[in-house]
C-alpha cells in the first residue's frame, strides 16, 4: 500500500536504530593495528565503556555478539563440575546456563514465571540453604527482552550478602547498558557483560565485559580457559592481542563516535529521555486495553525502560506485528518462547526519539482498527500526552 512506502523503520529490541554520525564514523579506511592511533581507539572505548559500567575493574572489547561473552565469562572463570545458580525472569538467563551445562558446569534454575521480576527473597533462602558453599556464581539478567522486565541489582547483591554466601554475582547488562544506570562498583557486581547493538546505538559485532578484582582472582584457577577469550592473554601489552588478533576497525570507530554522542548528551539526560520514552509507551499500552492488551509484567515498577511487552489472547498479537510490517513498514519484535504468537516487543532504546516512538504507535493504532478493534482512546494519543505532561514538569 502507498502508506507502506519509504524508509523503514526498525523498533525490534535490538539491533537499535543507527545514528548517521555513527554510520559515518565507521566510513574510514584501515590503519596500523600495532601501534599508532588505533592504541587510542581502543584506549577511549574502554574507558567509555567503564564510565557507562561505573566500574573501577577491567573492560574487554571482543568481535562476538552477547552469546559470545557469555562463553567468555564462563571459561574465564570456572572449571568443569563448578555449580552455577541461573536467576530467571524471561529467556536470557536461562540461556546463559544452558551454555554454562553444554560447558560442563552444573546449573541450578531458580524458576520464575515471566510476568515478573526476580524475587530476591528467594533468593536469599536458596543461598542460606547453601551451607556447604557449592554455588560458584549467580546468574541474573538486568533487563529480559523476552519478558519486558527489569531486575534490581542492588536488591540482589543485599540478599547475597545477608545469606552470608561468597558466590560471584554474573549480571547480563546486554539489553539494559545506556539505558539506565548501571552501578557496577556501588552494586558489588563481579561481571557484567553487554553489546554493542542495543542501547549503546552501534552496529552488531562487539561484546563488552567488566570485571572486579575479585573475579580476576578467580580467573588465575579458572580450568576452561581458552586462548581466545582468555583474560590474561588480553592483559598484556600488545595490542594486537588485546583482540587475539585483527581488531574490528570500523565497528571500534562507530562504538568511539557512539561512546562520544552519549557523553555529549549527558549520560543522565540519556537515561531521562529512556524513561520518559518508555513512559509514553506504556501510556499507549494502557489504551489499548480497551482492544485487549495486557502488560506482561504485572507489577509496573518491574516494566523495563528499554523495551516494552504487552500481549493479546490468541495470535492477535502476530497480526498486528505482521500488518505494521506490510502495510506501515513499521517492524517490531514478535515473541519469544511460549509468548512467540501472543506477545509485541517494542524497542525504545538507543537513539529513539519523541517522532520515531510517536510513528511507531501510531501504526499499531493504525492496524487495531484495520483488524477490527478500533479505540475510543488512541495509543498515540496518550503516548503524546504523557510526553506533553512530562515536559510540562521542567517548564
Known sequence: MSFANGRETVLIPGPSILPDRVLNAMHRASMDIYAGPMLDVTADCQSGLKRIFN????????????????????????????????????????????????????????????????????????????????????????VDTASGCVNDMASLRSSIDAAGHTALLLVDAVASLGTMPFEFDDWGVDVAIAASQKGLMSPAGLGFIAVSERAKGVHQSAGLRTPYWDWTARDGEIHYMKYCGTPPEQLLFGLQEALSMMFEEGLPAVYQRHAEIATATRAAISAWQEAGAIFNITDPSSRSNSVSVFRFDGVFASRIVAYCKSHCRVTLGSGLGHLVEESIRIGHMGHVNAPTILGCLGSIDVALTALGRPLEKTGVGAAAAALGELSGHRH
Open 55 to 142: 566500574s573501577s575493574g577491567d573492560t574487554y572489547i571482543y568481535a562476538s555478539n552477547g552469546h559470545g561473552v557469555w562463553e567468555a565469562v564462563l571459561t574465564n572463570l570456572f572449571s568443569r563440575g563448578d555449580r552455577i545458580l541461573v536467576l530467571e525472569s524471561g529467556r536470557f538467563a536461562t540461556g546463559w546456563g544452558n551454555m554454562a551445562q553444554s560447558l560442563g558446569l552444573e546449573v541450578e534454575v531458580l524458576s520464575c514465571p515471566w510476568d515478573r521480576a526476580i524475587d530476591s527473597d528467594k533468593v536469599e533462602d536458596r543461598l542460606r540453604a547453601d551451607t556447604a558453599g557449592q554455588i560458584a556464581a549467580i546468574i541474573a539478567v538486568q
